[in-house]
């Protein structure tokens, strides 16, 4: 049976240095969890083809703004159709049963009391310094804690975001993500 995977990517360049071409922007690292295996794991841009192995074995893609921002990006590396592979993105969820556009820092800080260890431009800035140890934390650390708000809102059907007077709970159905796929293999991956 097959298992879901969260993961957030960081991009080398801005929305505005590339002409909002996100094909353009790069990926300079990715971060995953994997429920099969259980583990974590920090890869960088020639590591990919990892990543793609993994995916094609998965029941979900997981993740914060994954398909406006994270897939677009991830497509130029990848020699299939990333949208053919079944995907779940917590925000457009969330948006859809708001109306509003949160960030993941609004969302963790009223559902689980933390808040992220940095943000994408910083990660950018981090980038170019060299500063890939830093780099990989900082992916590491929204991967952990886009996995922390999933798994919240599976256990306890809702999760909270901010108002004007506190949180506001709303109710999600995030365990359906959770159960196990029938076996659905894609093999688009070359073992170079």
């Known amino acids: ?93 969330i948006k859809n049963k708001t109306g509003k556009r949160f960030g993941l820092n609004d969302l963790a800080s009223a559902t689980l009391g933390e808040v992220k260890s940095g943000n994408g431009l910083s990660a950018i800035f981090l980038y170019r310094e060299g500063k890939l140890d830093e780099l990989k934390q900082y992916c590491y650390d929204d991967v952990v804690l886009t996995k922390k708000l999933f798994d919240y809102g599976v256990k306890h059907n809702q999760i909270f975001y901010p108002d004007v007077y506190d949180k506001t709970a709303v109710s999600v159905n995030w365990s359906k993500y959770m159960q196990d796929q029938p076996k659905k293999d894609i093999n688009l991956t070359l073992p170079f």
Request: charged share 25%; aromatic share 16%.
């Open 1 to 93: 049976m097959q298992k879901p995977i969260i993961f957030d990517l960081e991009s080398k360049y801005t929305l505005k240095e590339k002409g909002y071409d996100k094909s353009r922007l790069g990926v300079s690292v990715l971060g995953f969890y994997d429920y099969q295996t259980d583990s974590y794991e920090v890869l960088e841009e020639a590591d990919l083809p990892k990543f793609f192995k993994v995916v094609e074995h998965c029941s979900y893609l997981i993740g914060y703004n994954i398909v406006s921002f994270d897939i677009p990006v991830l497509q130029s590396y990848y020699a299939g159709d990333l949208a053919s592979i079944p995907v779940f993105d917590l925000m457009t969820d």
